[in-house]
């Protein structure tokens, strides 16, 4: 523990802890991006880097995501991630009334001694867990796993049919490549790209980002015109210490629901306002800006981070998008999850802590200080932001393994999220699917080969955890059996029924031929493709059925029910398309200019000057990355503009 205290109080891992913590913030204010959109980005950067700046970069993102996210909730009434939704409720209002500082203050506060709970619990969590997890070997390790992969019913949205499909879509995706029992290779198409498997972080970063960033375009306006805080910060900070055992309260259920796979942010903000205002004597002002709304939301999500690095951490298993991207990131820099977080590998598993308790005093400082100013990115309009996004997720993929293929596969996979997020296939039930197959497969392989039937269930904790999530699926079932009775299916869903059944209609497709591509394979290799690829059609064609006939529950398209959007899909589909096609014909330099150039004076409106400005200042900083990391990027298949091929 205490090496692991000097280790994050070096001055390097102290940069890197702060480097994480202002990009936390930046993608923290910036609406709809939220922890699993920045890790994403972060990811590629971290391929290479020393563990412990890897480590402290990450939990510094991480812990401050949620803080940052306070000030468009308070300010512009948008959240800036699905852990803050219920911060708007008060927030906004307070906002309105010109007490912005305050909310935010207390937001600020409330949000840092919620994250110190959840470093707290995480601490006393693991010195107990010690002793415990001697008890687990591989029977209690895939059950683990598979409680993992059942939280996918409670990532599912209105539609566990929905979340069956995409989870078991995202295993076959990753099942491309050899097949761990055997060797062969296996849905591969004969390849020679797909034959080690899909890259995790084009995958990531196609159904993460992708969408976020197209929501972007076709909004085509800026977050806000004039963002403004007013006064009242020293009230707000007394409003917290005059409300410590809310503070306490929110931050324990916080713990609680991120422990759990399938909860955390999803859901733990409306449940600790619900009960916020269940324990109030004065009811009357929630809603209209009462603070203690704004408090008990704010400690809880900065809690959950805490809790739910516990199963992460100690099993393996990530309880939402975040915790799995996470997850894929501590693998990528060589730490395996597992009980080995307990014994050779403790040294990394209090860096985590550390960095967690200390990026949350980082991330509250600099709120504090800087919120004014922070403010004002909120006026950045959308069409300035997106092609630099959409130029550093392009960089970022091409980090990893220098293969321009990838940045292909980032814009077929953001096209399918895309789908996903307008017709309601939850994506971090394809991510959990996709970073859990492989652990799943081979710990399933190992327990057949060395546990009869009898011998894995006569193990206690074998049992307990099966009727645990015996429990959980059968109480989802239940729970979205009787909400679907009493919903009703808005009348203008049904005419976009046709558009609504091609999705699944082209996963009953793909788990078909998935089927018929491993039927020639040897019993070990083609057993766990096959499972799930059979569960994932009999859960597609349900789906179509239901969608055929109108079901609620299966029902669902955004660009119905939602804002309808200033640009059109297919005018932002070809810029995204024209911006990866000009990366992979030129090189990622010219092409990322030429994209760029086109966009910020078609779309932006932007004067020649300022795109020049901007151009060189980007392209000046990717140029300093790559001579940094000692890798170049590759060549464009039709010209090679790379700088290092004339200087």
């Known amino acids: 523990m205490y090496d692991a205290l000097l280790n994050v109080f070096s001055l390097s891992t102290l940069v890197y802890l702060f480097g994480g913590a202002l990009l936390g913030l930046f993608v923290g204010i910036l609406p709809a991006l939220g922890g699993a959109a920045g890790l994403s980005l972060l990811i590629p950067f971290i391929y290479g880097m020393d563990p412990n700046a890897a480590i402290a970069m990450i939990m510094g993102m991480l812990a401050t995501v949620n803080t940052g996210d306070t000030i468009t909730s308070v300010l512009l009434g948008v959240p800036g991630s699905a852990s803050s939704q219920a911060t708007v409720l008060d927030g906004f209002p307070m906002a309105k009334k010109g007490?912005?500082?305050?909310?935010?203050?207390?937001?600020?506060?409330?949000?840092?001694?919620?994250?110190?709970?959840?470093?707290?619990?995480?601490?006393?969590?693991?010195?107990?867990?010690?002793?415990?997890?001697?008890?687990?070997?591989?029977?209690?390790?895939?059950?683990?796993?598979?409680?993992?992969?059942?939280?996918?019913?409670?990532?599912?949205?209105?539609?566990?049919?929905?979340?069956?499909?995409?989870?078991?879509?995202?295993?076959?995706?990753?099942?491309?490549?050899y097949a761990p029992a055997t060797g062969e290779q296996r849905l591969d198409f004969g390849i020679f790209y797909l034959g080690d498997g899909?890259?995790?972080?084009?995958?990531?970063?196609?159904?993460?980002?992708?969408?976020?960033?197209?929501?972007?375009?076709?909004?085509?306006?800026?977050?806000?015109?004039?963002?403004?805080?007013?006064?009242?910060?020293?009230?707000?900070?007394?409003?917290v210490l005059n409300n410590k055992w809310i503070v306490l309260r929110?931050?324990?259920?916080?713990?609680?629901?991120?422990?759990?796979?399938?909860?955390?942010?999803?859901?733990?903000?409306?449940?600790?306002?619900?009960?916020?205002?269940?324990?109030?004597?004065?009811?009357?002002?929630?809603?209209?800006?009462?603070?203690?709304?704004?408090?008990?939301?704010?400690?809880?999500?900065?809690?959950?981070?805490?809790?739910?690095?516990?199963?992460?951490m100690l099993f393996g298993v990530p309880g939402s998008g975040t915790t799995a991207l996470l997850l894929s990131a501590l693998i990528m820099i060589g730490i395996q999850p597992g009980p080995a977080m307990l014994g050779a590998d403790i040294n990394i598993t209090y860096l985590m802590i550390w960095a967690l308790a200390l990026a949350n005093i980082i991330g509250a400082g600099m709120c504090f200080l800087f919120a004014r100013h922070l403010a004002k990115l909120t006026q950045i309009p959308f069409s300035w932001l997106a092609p630099f996004l959409i130029v550093a997720i392009s960089f970022a993929t091409l980090q990893v393994n220098r293969d321009p293929r990838d940045i292909l596969m980032v814009l077929a996979f953001g096209m399918l999220g895309v789908a996903m997020k307008r017709f309601g296939f939850s994506r971090p039930a394809f991510l959990i699917g996709f970073v859990l197959q492989e652990n799943l497969e081979k710990t399933l392989y190992q327990v057949t080969q060395l546990?009869?039937?009898?011998?894995?269930?006569?193990?206690?904790?074998?049992?307990?955890?099966?009727?645990?999530?015996?429990?959980?699926?059968?109480?989802?079932?239940?729970?979205?059996?009787?909400?679907?009775?009493?919903?009703?299916?808005n009348p203008e869903l049904k005419r976009t029924r046709p558009t609504q059944i091609v999705l699944p209609a082209l996963f009953t497709v793909t788990f078909s031929g998935a089927l018929w591509m491993v039927s020639d394979m040897l019993p070990l290799g083609r057993m766990f493709p096959q499972v799930v690829a059979g569960i994932g059609l009999l859960a597609a064609l349900w789906c179509l059925i239901q969608v055929a006939r109108g079901a609620p529950s299966a029902m669902d398209d955004s660009l119905v029910t939602d804002e309808p959007y200033s640009v059109s899909f297919v005018r932002t589909a070809s810029w995204v398309t024209g911006a990866i096609v000009s990366m992979v014909c030129f090189g990622f330099f010219a092409g990322a200019s030429l994209f760029m150039a086109a966009f910020l004076y078609v779309e932006a409106k932007a004067r020649i000057w300022a795109i020049a400005l901007g151009i060189v200042g980007i392209m000046g900083i990717y140029l300093f990355l790559t001579f940094q990391a000692g890798t170049y990027l590759p060549d464009g298949w039709v010209l090679s503009l790379n700088p290092w091929d004339y200087f």
């Open 99 to 177: 007490q912005a500082a305050r909310a935010l203050s207390a937001g600020f506060l409330s949000s840092v001694f919620g994250g110190l709970f959840g470093a707290l619990v995480l601490t006393i969590t693991l010195q107990f867990a010690r002793q415990f997890i001697l008890y687990f070997g591989l029977p209690e390790i895939l059950m683990m796993i598979i409680f993992g992969v059942a939280s996918v019913i409670a990532l599912s949205g209105r539609s566990i049919t929905k979340g069956v499909v995409i989870c078991a879509f995202g295993m076959i995706v990753a099942s491309i490549g």
């Open 198 to 239: 899909l890259s995790l972080i084009a995958c990531v970063i196609g159904i993460f980002v992708v969408p976020e960033i197209v929501d972007l375009i076709q909004r085509n306006r800026s977050i806000s015109e004039r963002p403004t805080i007013g006064h009242g910060t020293k009230q707000g900070i007394l409003d």
């Open 250 to 312: 929110s931050a324990a259920v916080g713990c609680l629901i991120g422990a759990m796979p399938g909860v955390a942010g999803a859901v733990v903000d409306w449940i600790v306002y619900g009960q916020t205002v269940r324990s109030a004597k004065d009811k009357s002002q929630f809603g209209k800006g009462d603070v203690r709304g704004v408090i008990g939301v704010e400690s809880s999500n900065n809690a959950v981070l805490g809790g739910a690095l516990v199963p992460t």
């Open 451 to 489: 546990y009869s039937i009898g011998d894995f269930f006569t193990r206690p904790i074998v049992l307990v955890l099966s009727l645990i999530v015996a429990l959980v699926i059968v109480r989802s079932v239940m729970s979205a059996y009787i909400t679907s009775r009493n919903q009703k299916v």
